[in-house]
């Protein structure tokens, strides 16, 4: 008999699984070790001269698939970046402005006090999806336990103390108080909570559609899925089902990286690209000094660019619990290590164009879940990607979602956004 016949959201997630299997090593390697595990001579090596030779600029239209001056690629290298950026959701926002976020005229005045420009954007675009009621929105503090029945969105006790906790404020699953239906919002739901908020949508009737972006990949669990509600990755049948769908915790988290961010800094050269090469190297004279100690959480300062090396090793080592008086920071080996910055920065290049495709894997994830029980659902790029890196959300309802979406059909922002 014929396979079943795939839709195009399995056959994109199965795509992708594909690219990521072949790519494995470089979407699982930490740019921290990239001396200390040779992480250059791991590429093919048909990629290595036209990746020692490039530019910044010409790096980032490698990233972004708009050329760069003088750029020279193998072809198998431009089939990979095809590849990663075809298989990616588009990330585009029709109406985002090409302006960093300023303050807001659509909200009022309260609903911005010390709230950040960039939050104000993404509530103002994410307000647009729906309207499903015409009440003003209530605020409700309580805890959403996927493992309660359908799962119920638990108050805490009032006066906090002994006894159990007041329940759904929904009135169950028929609905709220009153009769009314609502729209459950994640406005970038961290971990565990963004599929939680799935199954409580999918497991009741009360709530009528939900908005979600998630963030946070890599704290995502990824124990085997449980029957009924599982939580994490992966959500869906259509993916578990797929071999080599694991994602480890590193892709996980590179699915959380500021892509545009990146290529940014790449088109200006930004002082912020010797980040990378300054840890790698100290994790070299930490891994030299004390083998028993890697991947230690070093945080020698938020303007470490702006260093020398020595200066950011008197400030990392002591944090490894090292004396830097006793770590040679000026030796012929830390100049090599420190003149392959170049390399260090198209190592991470490489990565960067894997990891939307990740990322459209996780939410492809969350999408086919939901449709596999029946719901109307779409990715929408809610927002501007330049200033909100998790910018697609995942939109479902019980109905057809033309009146859900009818808001960003018609939206145009304005200067303020």
């Known amino acids: 008999a014929p396979p079943p ?9 199965a795509d992708i699984i594909r690219l990521l299997t072949l790519y494995r090593p470089l979407l699982d390697a930490f740019v921290i070790d990239f001396f200390t595990e040779g992480l250059w001579a791991q590429l093919p090596p048909a990629w290595r001269p036209a990746l020692a030779g490039a530019t910044p600029a010409q790096l980032a239209g490698l990233l972004g698939g708009r050329g760069g001056p003088g750029a020279a690629w193998p072809l198998s290298l431009l089939a990979f970046a095809a590849a990663a950026r075809a298989l990616a959701f588009p990330r585009g926002c029709p109406g985002g402005s090409p302006r960093p976020p300023c303050q807001s005229s659509h909200l009022h005045p309260l609903l911005r006090r010390h709230v950040k420009p960039k939050k104000q954007h993404e509530i103002q675009r994410l307000g647009k999806v729906g309207p499903l009621t015409p009440r003003a929105p209530q605020h409700v503090a309580g805890r959403l336990d996927p493992a309660a029945p359908w799962g119920e969105f638990l108050l805490p006790p009032d006066p906090p103390g002994p006894g159990p906790a007041a329940r759904n ?6 609905g709220s108080e009153d009769g009314g239906r609502v729209l459950l919002m994640g406005l970038h739901a961290c971990g565990d909570l963004g599929p939680a908020l799935l199954c409580h949508f999918a497991h009741s009737p009360a709530v009528a559609a939900v908005a979600l972006a998630g963030c946070c990949y890599m704290k995502l669990s990824t124990a085997p899925r449980a029957p009924g509600c599982p939580s994490g990755y992966p959500l869906s049948a259509s993916v578990a089902a797929l071999p080599g769908h694991q994602l480890s915790y590193r892709a996980r988290e590179a699915a959380c990286h500021a892509l545009e961010e990146y290529e940014g800094r790449l088109r200006g050269g ?6 990378h090469c300054y840890r790698a190297v100290l994790e070299s004279l930490i891994r030299a000094a004390d083998p028993g100690k890697r991947h230690l959480g070093l ?12 200066q950011y090793a008197q400030l990392g080592l002591p944090l490894a619990g090292l004396d830097p008086a006793g770590v040679p920071l000026d030796s012929g080996a830390v100049g090599a290590m420190l003149e392959q910055q170049h390399k260090v920065v198209a190592f991470c290049t490489l990565g960067q164009l894997l990891a939307p495709a990740v990322e459209t894997l996780i939410l492809l994830d969350r999408l086919l879940y939901l449709r596999e029980q029946g719901f109307h659902c779409a990715l929408v790029p809610l927002f501007n990607p330049r200033f909100s890196p998790r910018n697609l959300v995942l939109v479902a309802a019980r109905t057809p979602l033309a009146a859900v979406l009818d808001g960003l059909d018609k939206d145009s922002e304005d200067g303020d956004s």
């Open 169 to 174: 404020p929904l009135g169950g699953p028929g």
């Open 270 to 275: 930004s002082a912020h690209l010797r980040a």
């Open 299 to 310: 945080q020698p300062g938020r303007k470490a660019h702006t260093l020398s090396f020595p």
């Open 5 to 13: 016949q795939q839709h195009p959201e399995q056959r994109r997630a």
